[in-house]
């Protein structure tokens, strides 16, 4: 019985790696570039692991935002998508407007933020839209005064509502089509029988022939810095695709292969010194993606305590 146990779990590792790596697709640009416009934040969620951040906090130079930017348009085939934040509030950045402008005058097909919209207000609003900005999500865990702000240390349930609320009217008497809005709800957060009351907040104000929706999305990790989902005893089984399809740029120029790694411990390069096309195509991005291949993460220490080798959250 054990044998056959052991088989199962051989058989089920190396399909699900087999199955992964078949769908791995080879491009010699990103097709999603994180630009950490800052990683400061107003808020300290108890999902996010801001109390373990050590690295410098800071926003990014325009400058350098403009580097990149520059490259991007010039491989903008490639490119599905740019997201203008990664472990900070965007809000939080005044140029963050202009910054949304200069990529959509260049070309940048979908640009694309998250945030706690706790900064939104009217004027916040008006220049968002005017931007050109092409989407944005709101996380909004929690149902009234008491889940909300005991989930979103820091901010308020009544005022965060009433700039949502705002966004909407502004975008309809400016008659805008875009940006688009997902509004986001971890269930595990506030209760799973609570998802209904969420809903009902938010069903009345979004416009589903825009494109704005609803979404629930599995809580994890962010790699070695929370322990929602247990993995002490989950072998690791999974392909992780973020070093095929992702490179996050922090906010000082270095480079991290994903979002979940809050610390920027997995350092692949500093933008400062190369393009992004010479860190997407270096040997230390090949090594990875061939060690990942092979459910080799040894020596990436973030990564070795993630959950999603695991297979136990969604990658973004």
Same mark, same amino acid.
């Given at each position: %019985?054990? &044998?056959?146990?052991?088989?199962?779990?051989?058989?089920?590792?190396?399909?699900?790696? @087999?199955?992964?790596?078949?769908?791995?697709?080879? &491009?010699?640009?990103?097709?999603?570039?994180?630009?950490?416009?800052? =990683? @400061?934040? =107003?808020?300290?969620?108890?999902?996010?692991?801001?109390?373990?951040?050590?690295?410098?906090?800071?926003? %990014?130079?325009f400058d350098l935002y403009k580097k990149l930017i520059n490259e991007i348009s010039k491989n903008k085939n490639k490119v599905k998508r740019v997201h203008m934040h990664n472990f900070g509030e965007p809000l939080l950045d005044k140029k963050l407007p202009k910054r949304i !402008?200069?990529?959509?005058?260049?070309?940048?097909? @979908?640009?694309?933020?998250?945030? #706690?919209?706790?900064?939104?207000?009217?004027? #916040?609003?008006?220049?968002?839209?005017?931007?050109?900005?092409?989407?944005?999500?709101?996380?909004?865990?929690?149902?009234?005064?008491?889940?909300? #702000?005991?989930?979103?240390?820091?901010?308020?349930?009544?005022?965060?509502?009433?700039?949502?609320?705002?966004?909407?009217?502004?975008?309809?008497?400016? !008659?805008?089509?875009?940006?688009?809005?997902?509004?986001?709800?971890?269930?595990?957060?506030?209760?799973?029988?609570?998802?209904? !009351?969420?809903?009902?907040?938010?069903?009345? %104000?979004?416009? !589903?022939?825009?494109?704005?929706?609803?979404?629930?999305?599995?809580? @994890? =990790?962010?790699?070695?810095?929370?322990?929602?989902n247990n993995i002490q005893d989950i072998e690791i089984h999974n392909v992780c695709t973020y070093p095929w399809r992702t490179m996050v740029v922090l906010q000082d120029g270095n480079i991290s292969p994903c979002c979940h790694d809050f610390n920027g411990n997995v350092n692949?390069?500093?933008?400062?010194? &190369? &393009?992004?096309?010479?860190?997407?195509?270096?040997?230390?991005?090949?090594?990875?993606?061939?060690?990942?291949?092979?459910?080799?993460?040894?020596?990436?220490?973030?990564?070795?305590?993630?959950?999603?080798?695991?297979?136990?959250?969604?990658?973004?």
């Amino acid at each position: %019985m054990k &044998s056959y146990l052991k088989l199962k779990i051989f058989l089920k590792k190396n399909i699900l790696r @087999h199955i992964r790596s078949l769908n791995l697709s080879e &491009s010699d640009f990103p097709p999603e570039i994180w630009l950490e416009n800052t =990683n @400061h934040c =107003n808020a300290t969620c108890v999902m996010c692991p801001r109390e373990k951040q050590t690295r410098k906090k800071g926003i %990014m130079k325009f400058d350098l935002y403009k580097k990149l930017i520059n490259e991007i348009s010039k491989n903008k085939n490639k490119v599905k998508r740019v997201h203008m934040h990664n472990f900070g509030e965007p809000l939080l950045d005044k140029k963050l407007p202009k910054r949304i !402008k200069l990529a959509k005058d260049a070309g940048i097909e @979908h640009v694309y933020f998250v945030t #706690n919209a706790s900064l939104l207000n009217e004027k #916040n609003c008006e220049e968002l839209i005017d931007s050109g900005l092409d989407e944005f999500k709101i996380s909004f865990y929690g149902i009234d005064k008491a889940t909300y #702000n005991s989930t979103m240390v820091d901010l308020d349930f009544e005022t965060t509502l009433e700039n949502v609320k705002i966004f909407f009217k502004v975008r309809e008497k400016k !008659k805008a089509l875009k940006p688009k809005v997902i509004i986001q709800l971890i269930p595990q957060l506030i209760g799973d029988h609570n998802n209904n !009351k969420w809903k009902k907040i938010f069903d009345s %104000m979004i416009n !589903k022939k825009l494109g704005d929706k609803l979404l629930s999305v599995i809580i @994890h =990790n962010f790699g070695d810095g929370r322990k929602y989902n247990n993995i002490q005893d989950i072998e690791i089984h999974n392909v992780c695709t973020y070093p095929w399809r992702t490179m996050v740029v922090l906010q000082d120029g270095n480079i991290s292969p994903c979002c979940h790694d809050f610390n920027g411990n997995v350092n692949m390069g500093n933008i400062r010194f &190369s &393009s992004i096309k010479e860190i997407w195509n270096s040997n230390k991005y090949k090594k990875m993606r061939e060690d990942f291949k092979s459910l080799n993460y040894d020596s990436y220490s973030t990564c070795s305590n993630c959950d999603i080798p695991r297979a136990l959250s969604v990658e973004e």
